[in-house]
């Protein structure tokens, strides 16, 4: 597609609830991240994919969070026993290399935790 | 934890003046870039400005990089009730990939 397509667009969960986010990347895009952004701030990175292999989940806050880029195209970024603090817009990046150009930014998941 | 610190964190003009915006960051970097955000949406890139440069253009936008400092400023010249938005800049550091943002400027131009 054209640009970074991230669905759902809002998500509300109940607390303890698992739930699953999706980014489709600009077709051909190599690298992807996944960004936490809570309200006010400016976005935290999660973790980076280079095709299909997690190079880095450092920015992953605690093992409840869990991202997977299978065939190196779409990416889900899964949460399992929502809390919450997870409440935050979820912001899906993705480039042709990893650098030089900047990077195209998906709309983002706005996740609501009741 | 972010790198970046935005000032000021809310700016609010008329239509046709110029808006500055300022970022500092901590560490040595290989490019800093600014972002324009609109409520509700993503992230839209502006501008890259590499760690050997110091100043860059792109259409009303100019970028200014002081690495001995560590800061760079974004001006929008002739500004527009359009360009109200939130802007970051951030910051990719040496031998990384990860894009450390700063906390953002709130720019409300009014018509």
């Known amino acids: 597609g054209a640009g970074v397509s991230q669905s759902p667009r809002y998500k509300v969960a109940k607390r303890g609830q698992d739930v699953a986010l999706r980014c489709d990347p600009i077709?051909?895009?190599?690298?992807l991240f996944w960004y936490q952004q809570a309200l006010g701030q400016g976005p935290e990175f999660l973790t980076y994919?280079?095709?299909?292999?997690?190079?880095?989940k450092s920015g992953l806050p605690s093992d409840r969070f869990f991202a997977e880029r299978p065939e190196g195209s779409v990416s889900t970024l899964k949460i399992q026993r929502t809390q919450q603090e997870d409440s935050a817009v979820y912001l899906c990046?993705?480039?042709?290399?990893?650098?030089?150009?900047?990077?195209?930014f998906g709309s983002g998941t706005r996740l609501t935790v009741v | 934890s972010q790198q970046g610190e935005e000032d000021p964190q809310a700016l609010s003009i008329q239509e046709g003046e110029n808006a500055t915006m300022n970022c500092s960051y901590k560490?040595?970097?290989?490019?800093l870039q600014w972002y324009r955000q609109n409520s509700g949406r993503g992230l839209v890139h502006l501008i890259l400005?590499?760690?050997?440069?110091r100043e860059k253009h792109s259409g009303r936008l100019r970028v200014t990089l002081d690495t001995s400092k560590k800061s760079s400023s974004l001006l929008i010249t002739a500004s527009r009730a359009a360009d109200t938005a939130s802007y970051f800049c951030?910051?990719?550091?040496?031998?990384?990939?990860?894009?450390?943002f700063g906390s953002g400027t709130r720019l409300l131009v009014r018509p």
């Open positions: 990046a993705s480039s042709l290399e990893h650098y030089y150009g900047g990077y195209t």
């Open positions: 994919f280079q095709n299909e292999a997690q190079l880095d």
């Open positions: 560490t040595s970097i290989n490019n």
């Open positions: 951030a910051t990719e550091m040496d031998s990384s990939y990860k894009l450390i």
């Open positions: 077709s051909g895009h190599v690298s």
């Open positions: 400005i590499r760690s050997n440069e």
